[in-house]
């Protein structure tokens, strides 16, 4: 069973400009979830996806960062413009259904993303 | 809110030698607990879950028992290896509605033959 995938592993760029990631989850699994990890701590939880609908975003700020996942498949998080403390790791899981207990999430590879 | 506490890192120990890494959280009602592992180069495992108090997760040698007494959640091995070297993150989902995963800042470990 393929995992997680996730595109690209790597990208640098400059302060304001603009950023998109990919994220391809496992076949079948309804759930997808964005998590930003900083250098240093545990993985923090930007926004959570039933299909293609939003069920938690509380954590993404949205002035500057987007996501969707159109067709409840693959997604893509953009940022725009892009600030040096959003340098870090960017994961992608996804889960059969809700998080949860009996849910398991499981996590691509990450693109860690350097702003300068 | 909720919240995870690691010890720090990093652990640095020799093949064969006994490992804990200590882990205590926060939380309302009743969490489940969770430990993840990070290879090199690769995405975040998961290694054990507990979803009770005095429940014993276990996986490859690794053991962590849900003590709600003390709000904690330690991980054990009783003899690394070199192959174990990684990072280790502690978790919880609350019972509440807010069921997300929060993670502890994670604790390096590396393993010397």
């Known amino acids: 069973e393929a995992g997680v995938a996730q595109s690209p592993r790597y990208k640098i760029i400059e302060k304001r400009q603009s950023v998109a990631f990919w994220c391809n989850p496992i076949?079948?699994?309804?759930?997808l979830y964005w998590y930003q990890q900083i250098l240093g701590q545990g993985p923090k939880l930007l926004i959570q996806?039933?299909?293609?609908?939003?069920?938690?975003d509380s954590q993404l700020p949205k002035d500057r960062f987007s996501a969707e996942r159109l067709k409840g498949v693959d997604s893509t998080l953009k940022i725009q413009p892009a600030k040096l403390e959003d340098s870090a790791v960017y994961l992608c899981?996804?889960?059969?259904?809700?998080?949860?207990?009996?849910?398991?999430?499981?996590f691509g590879p990450g693109t860690r993303l350097t702003v300068l | 809110g909720d919240s995870v506490t690691q010890m720090e890192g990093p652990v640095t120990l020799s093949e064969e030698a006994f490992l804990t890494i200590n882990c205590t959280y926060t939380?309302?009602?009743?969490?489940?607990l969770f430990w993840y592992v990070q290879y090199p180069g690769e995405g975040l495992q998961l290694l054990l879950k507990?979803?009770?108090?005095?429940d014993k997760g276990s996986n490859k040698g690794f053991e962590a028992t849900y003590r709600k007494e003390t709000t904690s959640f330690h991980l054990e091995k009783g003899s690394v290896q070199v192959s174990d070297s990684a990072v280790y993150f502690c978790?919880?989902?609350?019972?509440?509605?807010?069921?997300?995963?929060?993670f502890g800042s994670g604790t390096q470990l590396t393993v010397l033959p």
């Open positions: 899981a996804s889960s059969l259904g809700l998080a949860g207990t009996n849910n398991e999430q499981f």
């Open positions: 076949s079948g699994h309804a759930t």
């Open positions: 996806f039933q299909n293609n609908g939003v069920v938690d």
């Open positions: 939380a309302t009602g009743y969490p489940s």
């Open positions: 507990a979803t009770k108090a005095d």
């Open positions: 978790a919880l989902i609350s019972s509440g509605s807010a069921r997300q995963l929060t």
